[in-house]
């Protein structure tokens, strides 16, 4: 869920911090343009070449792609940020993945639904009320704090990604 936090508000609030860093509207959102074929882009390479990866190995990396986006948005120069705005696109297209088939591999086909449906909620209302919590942000500290909290909250998803993996070792899922 700290991943939805973080790509909500990312999602809605992406320009603003752009123009917050000096950009004009226009290159603001030119800028924004590479979130969307990056995500189709890690899709298509997961879709080629994700039979050989453990879901949860997936998720970490799309966590960590999500977190190293949104951590070198604020300090990378703008005539680079694209990078920036790339790895965390494709990190948010593996994320979209891996929450349908990483349940798949750890509790089975009978059991993935329900527990699919269990997270479904909590990430819905994170979903809803994200845009808010980052528009509170960044009206009160500022876009680059804001960054800097969500970077923090990726790396918690990053340190649960990871724990998540040492789990399924140990439920030998991984074989």
């Known amino acids: 869920m700290a991943e939805t ?20 509207m226009a290159a603001a ?4 343009v590479f979130i969307g074929p990056t995500q189709v882009s890690a899709r298509f390479g ?18 960590g792609a999500i977190t190293l986006g949104v951590g070198l948005l604020p300090i990378l120069p703008l005539s680079v940020a694209a ?4 790895a965390y696109g494709a990190g948010i297209g593996l994320v979209s993945i891996s929450r349908g088939s990483l349940p ?13 449906g269990r997270l479904g909620r909590p990430i819905a209302v994170t979903s809803a009320l994200a845009p808010s919590i980052g528009a ?3 009206t009160r500290l500022g876009g ?8 923090a909250v990726s790396v918690i998803s990053v340190a649960a990604a990871i724990a998540l993996r040492r789990l399924a070792r140990k439920m030998a899922v991984l074989g």
């Not at 959102?29 to 924004?32: A, D, K, N, T």
């Not at 050989?52 to 997936?58: A, K």
């Not at 680059?144 to 969500?150: E, F, H, R, S």
């Open 29 to 32: 959102i030119g800028l924004g």
């Open 136 to 138: 509170f942000l960044i």
């Open 83 to 86: 990078g920036a705005l790339m």
């Open 5 to 24: 936090l973080v790509a909500s508000i990312i999602s809605v609030h992406l320009v603003t911090l752009l123009r917050e860093r000096g950009l004009t």
């Open 104 to 116: 798949l591999y750890l509790f089975g086909p009978l059991e993935a639904p329900v527990i699919s």
């Open 144 to 151: 680059p704090t804001t960054l800097g909290i969500l970077t």
């Open 46 to 63: 997961e879709s080629l070449f994700g039979a050989r990866i453990h879901p949860s190995l997936t998720m970490i990396v799309a966590v």
